[in-house]
């Protein structure tokens, strides 16, 4: 009988220490994802190719400039708040955002950006140098990648015919 309790006993005492001690690998740590910061992009949204460059803080502001194709060069969207600024030389035009049908262009790189901004990513795999993260918007499933250092190198949403790749990333100052 004091066996048995003794055995009882050792259970409910090195239960928990197993339970807590984590018996898995050590995971290796991922860098957080940086979401201040410029950059040159190239990407391909229902099969027209665009260019430019983007600007984005943590808080889903970004401004959006547009230098490829011709036909849109000099075009900038800026969004600020709930607010979106769109100007091409010398007009400007406000208005709020949700006057933006959300499967355009710019809707669809903000909606990626302020996603990635409030956090509501998660890793999915990694490999040599490289991080992949899913993130879910509206319905949609997008992926991106980012580097070691959490920059994001290139991001793809399927349903929509929108892929995007970063180049010359930097850091904004704070």
């Not at 339970?19 to 027209?48: H, K, M, Q, R």
Request: hydrophobic content about 40%; overall charge negative.
């Amino acid at each position: 009988m004091a066996d048995r309790a003794l055995k009882i006993l050792c259970v409910f005492i090195f239960l928990p220490f197993f339970a807590l001690s984590g018996c898995d690998e050590p995971s290796e740590e991922t860098a957080a994802v940086i979401t201040d910061f410029s950059a040159d992009f190239i990407a391909v949204y229902n099969d027209a190719q665009i260019k430019g460059e983007l600007s984005c803080t943590g808080q889903g502001m970004a401004n959006i400039s547009i230098t490829y194709p011709d036909t849109l060069s000099g075009l900038s969207v800026s969004y600020r708040n709930s607010e979106i600024l769109i100007s091409r030389e010398n007009l400007q035009c406000s208005a709020d955002e949700a006057y933006v049908p959300d499967n355009s262009f710019p809707a669809l790189l903000h909606a990626f950006i302020k996603g990635v901004g409030e956090g509501r990513y998660s890793l999915s795999s990694q490999k040599e140098g490289e991080y992949i993260y899913t993130l879910r918007l509206s319905g949609d499933k997008c992926s991106f990648a980012a580097d070691e250092s959490g920059y994001i190198l290139n991001a793809k949403i399927k349903n929509q015919g929108f892929e995007i790749s970063f180049s010359s990333v930097k850091a904004n100052q704070q």
